[in-house]
């Protein structure tokens, strides 16, 4: 994870039950302009379920590569490891020339960029861009939020 991309950038708390009850688990908004590691580890296991499904039922019933292909970039961000477009193709779990299509698609939708030799695919790299983090991290704090720890007053 870059410097100063830690958990502790979180913006707000907010109430999780309903009315704002104030003795109801509060949990932390995470910071749209920054990757957070705990999500980063819940997506990790996220796509492993996910490949896990082709174990139970046939190959290739299950597919939306886009959205595999945003989970991965999101990890290896947080990682800091490179992703060429070889690899976001083998995320997306589809041929290299679906993959290239959906890359295309997020790219034109400003969620990745690339990066290097446009013209040479295995050292171009992508990474997701400043809005593909924010919406990433909004529906981590839907679908996986983070509790508030109350600081003690002083």
């Known amino acids: 994870m870059p410097p100063g991309d830690t958990d502790r950038n979180h913006d707000e708390t907010e109430p999780t039950a309903e009315?704002?009850?104030p003795d109801s688990q509060r949990t932390v908004l995470r910071n749209p302009n920054h990757l957070c590691g705990e999500g980063?580890?819940?997506?990790?296991t996220y796509l492993r379920a996910?490949?896990?499904?082709?174990?139970?039922?046939?190959?290739?019933?299950?597919?939306d590569p886009a959205w595999d292909i945003l989970l991965d970039l999101y990890a290896a961000k947080?990682?800091?490891?490179?992703?060429?477009?070889?690899?976001?193709?083998q995320a997306a779990s589809v041929p290299k020339t679906s993959g290239m299509r959906w890359l295309r698609i997020l790219e034109s939708?400003?969620?990745?960029?690339?990066?290097?030799?446009?013209?040479?695919?295995?050292?171009?790299?992508?990474?997701?861009?400043?809005?593909?983090?924010?919406?990433?991290?909004?529906?981590?704090?839907?679908?996986h939020p983070m509790?508030?720890?109350?600081q003690p007053a002083g």
């Not at 947080?78 to 193709?89: L, P, Q």
């Open 19 to 21: 009315n704002g009850n």
């Open 40 to 44: 980063a580890a819940f997506i990790k």
């Open 50 to 63: 996910r490949r896990d499904r082709e174990w139970q039922f046939p190959r290739g019933l299950f597919s």
């Open 78 to 89: 947080s990682e800091e490891r490179k992703v060429t477009i070889w690899d976001a193709c």
């Open 147 to 150: 509790p508030a720890t109350d």
């Open 109 to 143: 939708r400003h969620l990745v960029e690339r990066e290097g030799d446009i013209d040479d695919q295995k050292n171009t790299t992508v990474t997701l861009t400043r809005d593909a983090i924010a919406g990433m991290n909004r529906w981590l704090d839907r679908i």
